[in-house]
């Protein structure tokens, strides 16, 4: 059986949503936005361990989410660091046998389980796989002469779950941190390791400002009424 974990990276302060509160703990339709980050691969896999990297003082918060699913004992809890590279690194530390990990934006509560099992096979058998997105706007770069226009079929925007075998992923998060470590697969890119891209999805959102809000409620509100018509 190969294993499988998820570390869920929800230790931001999201100051861009103007809430008193952490955005991951925002309500959507009656539940927290982290809620639905964690259920999306609960479903998916039976055997999945969750790991979730939270802010001090939020630790209860994500006890509450925990307890609110069957078997939490397979959800653990850690602090966040004080950058993105040091909170998956404390995610890390609970990855105690091979297998696969993801790593996801904890906002990103709209992930579907068919990108989360097309992340599994393809990191199974390349290594990694990183879900991405063609732009669909022209896109300009700025240059010492004023601007240039690119070629967009060349620029991917990188969404979560990034996707892992544990032991390359536990390797090149040995190294020491570096500022052009912004995401997972920055790190492993480090080491020499071609990053390989999948198709994402325009709806896994990653939930930042207010109208985000809006369109997962939205979106939410569609894929319920989906469920509903197919039952």
């Not at 609110?68 to 850690?78: A, C, D, K, Q």
């Not at 404390?90 to 046998?97: E, P, S, V």
């Not at 959102?205 to 319920?224: F, G, H, N, V, Y």
Request: proline residues 4%; glycine residues 8%.
């Amino acid at each position: 059986m190969i294993r499988k974990y998820a570390i869920i990276v929800a230790a931001g302060s999201g100051i861009r949503m103007g809430s008193s509160i952490p955005k991951q703990f925002l309500p959507l339709r009656g539940k927290p936005l982290l809620w639905y980050s964690v259920r999306a691969f609960l479903d998916v896999f039976e055997d999945i361990e969750v790991i979730l990297v939270l802010p001090e003082g939020y630790m209860q918060d994500g006890r509450q989410i925990a307890e609110s699913f069957p078997g939490p004992e397979r959800i653990y809890l850690t602090v966040g660091g004080k950058t993105r590279f040091h909170s998956v690194k404390n995610g890390l530390a609970f990855i105690k046998q091979p297998g696969v990990v993801f790593v996801h934006d904890g906002v990103r509560c709209l992930v579907s389980g068919d990108l989360i099992y097309r992340c599994y096979a393809a990191a199974l058998d390349l290594g990694n796989a990183v879900p991405a997105l063609s732009l669909s706007d022209s896109i300009r770069i700025e240059t010492t002469e004023g601007s240039a226009l690119m070629d967009r079929e060349k620029v991917k925007i990188i969404q979560t779950p990034q996707s892992f075998r544990s032991e390359l992923l536990l390797r090149a998060f040995d190294q020491d941190y570096q500022q052009s470590f912004t995401d997972e697969s920055s790190v492993v890119e480090k080491l020499g390791i071609k990053i390989h891209l999948i198709e994402g999805e325009s709806s896994n959102i990653k939930i930042t400002i207010p109208t985000d809000l809006m369109i997962a409620e939205k979106l939410l509100e569609s894929r319920e009424q989906a469920n509903k018509t197919r039952i």
